[in-house]
């Protein structure tokens, strides 16, 4: 008995001990915890229920020569509540209220809102999703809303917010004002993306449930500070006007894609450029910067060159006669084949040019080269067709103008097919750079998209004009070129777009697409020649002809066939509209623009406009409905600033029909 009761007093002593120890060890993590790892696990606390995050600085605007936004961040909001932070006695004072409110912004009726607070009220849903995608104006507006006016604790008030990059005048040159994003760097904003970058902000955040974070304060610990502005060389007018004259011929010719670029002949300054893609569905986009990526064969248009060279070098004059034949002519067995048949007999130089003979431009320059390639190369080189012009923004095609030189990619027939835009490949922009030298009495210079970066509104650098060369040729060849050039539109190809009231010159161009050597689906090789069907139709010139203001191009690439194919038909007549609507809206020098044109769209356009713009006013016009364009030259030829948002007709304006007119006042327009 008495062993039987030591052992039990043994085994409770043990248990004792154990329990002492397994208490003294709870103790000792007890005290290791708040003291000695206390530090470690009150940060890892802290970070799982609160985090710092980053506020995104909006990047800096791009803008227009005039001002008008093409590039701006716009804030957008998610707006959610914490229903469980209000109290009880305030959420049932005020409910109505707020309901009513939310209808008047949300559209939804007030006893929906009623509803569905009530309801997130009795769940304790603490992150009820209000509205998406506000702007910050009607942020602003809900900031002020019964229960939402106490904030984020006693309002229950969380505010999400992001920005997006928006565009005012829609798609319009959006590949030149380009992006920086998870695309990629393209435009002018990829290439000034490091000036225009802010400093982003902070604010503290705090868990308060799964993955669902609201705002701690109703500031922010580190406000964000935006980025830097880009002031772009575009004028929303022109840059309008050359848009929808190409979008409206690349339609009717259902052609794949085309550009158009217009630019200020003394300064250099593009001042619109355009390039647009076909979909599958046959509607237009800009797609690529054709313009400034695409290198091609030129075709006619570089005949200009060939010209020019041959008449500086004195191997010839305007006046020369040259024998076309009759249309065709043989080099080393190719043929070279004028498009008018039977050709054109002997005729002058300045002829050959104004008709665009392919077999005299190639005689010409056969005659005199042949056994001078390299001379006629280095002309080539002169006038900046042989490397890139070097953009700052990125995309650049590069160029291909073989070299005498280089035994590899020189053959017997170089020359003469180079002699006519075959065999080389050179971008618009070259083509365009050269032909404004040739309206800038010989000044060459480089073509530009930016004029200056700005920093919190004050100029921080300015692009000057860049002189690429300062004379391409003499003083009487440019004379001749330009003559010539005057008369392709008076009585040569591009007579169709003749006008006796404004003066306009240039030349067409007409070159057959090159399908390249490959491999079809079966391994074997198609291709490798010049094709009957595809086209690229071009028109480069400059206008008024006697003082150039604007240089201009228009590129069209496969055009239905069976519509028209020529640089004449379908290129030039968007040169044309371009100029017109150009003279219309903000006349060069007085010259007359009552012009008897083709397009009656044009005149239609305008008549109503100028009809509005001979009144007198005293009061605000009314000009909603007008198109946007129209608009803003009626309100800025009565005296008033004008900022316009959106693309298309005119939905808002700002300063009501029948007020006061006071002259040197802004009136904001959104258009629909």
Request: glycine share 8%; hydrophobic share 35%; proline share 3%.
């Amino acid at each position: 008995m008495a062993t039987h009761k030591k052992s039990i007093l043994t085994k409770f002593y043990l248990v004792a001990a154990f329990m002492t120890l397994f208490l003294l060890a709870i103790v000792f993590r007890v005290f290791a915890i708040q003291h000695t790892e206390g530090e470690k696990y009150r940060k890892l606390s802290t970070e799982l229920t609160i985090k710092q995050d980053t506020i995104f600085a909006n990047k800096g605007n791009v803008y227009a020569a005039d001002g008008n936004l093409l590039a701006t961040s716009m804030s957008k909001y998610t707006i959610r509540m914490d229903v469980v932070a209000v109290d009880d006695v305030v959420f049932e004072k005020n409910i109505v209220a707020l309901s009513i409110e939310l209808s008047k912004m949300l559209g939804k009726s007030s006893d929906f809102y009623q509803d569905r607070l009530r309801n997130a009220k009795k769940r304790k849903n603490r992150y009820l999703l209000i509205a998406r995608n506000i702007g910050y104006t009607d942020y602003l507006k809900m900031k002020q809303f019964p229960i939402f006016n106490k904030g984020v604790y006693s309002g229950g008030f969380i505010a999400q917010h992001r920005t997006v990059r928006a565009h005012p005048i829609g798609k319009i040159a959006e590949r030149t004002i380009g992006y920086d994003d998870l695309r990629g760097g393209a435009g002018i904003e990829g290439a000034f993306a490091d000036y225009m970058k802010g400093v982003n902000g902070l604010r503290w955040k705090q868990k308060i449930a799964k993955n669902q974070w609201k705002p701690i304060n109703d500031v922010n610990e580190k406000e964000p500070i935006d980025g830097h502005d880009i002031i772009t060389t575009i004028d929303v007018n022109i840059q309008d006007i050359t848009h929808h004259a190409l979008l409206n011929r690349l339609a009717y010719f259902e052609a794949d894609h085309g550009c158009a670029v217009v630019m200020e002949t003394a300064t250099g300054e593009i001042k619109a450029i355009s390039n647009l893609g076909r979909t599958s569905k046959g509607t237009y986009y800009e797609k690529r910067n054709y313009a400034v990526w695409e290198s091609h064969e030129p075709g006619s248009t570089f005949k200009l060159a060939s010209l020019m060279i041959a008449l500086d070098d004195k191997v010839i004059d305007t006046s020369t006669v040259i024998d076309t034949e009759k249309g065709k002519f043989f080099v080393h067995n190719r043929k070279v084949e004028d498009s008018h048949r039977g050709g054109h007999g002997k005729i002058s130089v300045a002829r050959v040019f104004e008709v665009s003979s392919n077999v005299g431009i190639v005689k010409m320059i056969k005659e005199h080269y042949d056994a001078t390639p390299q001379k006629y190369y280095e002309k080539i080189e002169k006038y900046g067709f042989t490397k890139p012009i070097g953009f700052q923004i990125k995309g650049e095609g590069v160029p291909y103008v073989p070299n005498p030189k280089d035994k590899k990619r020189w053959n017997k027939i170089s020359l003469e097919w180079m002699s006519w835009g075959y065999g080389i490949s050179v971008t618009p922009m070259q083509t365009l750079m050269f032909y404004n030298a040739v309206a800038n009495n010989g000044i060459m210079v480089k073509p530009m998209f930016v004029k200056e970066l700005r920093r919190q509104d004050k100029t921080e650098e300015v692009f000057k004009t860049e002189i690429i060369n300062s004379k391409i040729a003499s003083d009487e060849t440019l004379k001749k070129i330009r003559k010539v050039m005057e008369n392709v539109v008076v009585k040569g190809t591009a007579n169709n777009i003749y006008s006796s009231n404004f003066s306009m010159a240039g030349k067409t161009g007409t070159a057959k697409k090159y399908i390249p050597r490959t491999k079809n689906d079966r391994g074997d090789w198609e291709g490798g020649y010049y094709s009957a069907k595809h086209y690229v139709a071009s028109f480069a010139g400059f206008f008024p002809a006697d003082k150039p203001k604007y240089s201009c191009i228009v590129v069209i690439h496969d055009p239905n066939k069976e519509k028209g194919y020529y640089g004449a038909t379908v290129a030039a007549p968007v040169f044309k509209e371009i100029a017109q609507k150009i003279f219309t809206t903000t006349p060069i020098d007085n010259q007359s623009v009552e012009d008897k044109v083709k397009f009656e769209t044009i005149n239609s356009q305008y008549l109503d406009f100028d009809k509005k713009l001979n009144k007198e006013y005293s009061k605000i016009p009314d000009v909603r409905g007008m198109v946007g364009m129209d608009a803003m030259y009626l309100l800025e030829n009565i005296g008033l600033k004008v900022k316009i948002y959106g693309v298309g007709k005119v939905e808002f304006q700002s300063q009501k029909k029948g007020e006061k007119l006071i002259k040197g006042t802004t009136i904001t327009l959104k258009l629909s």
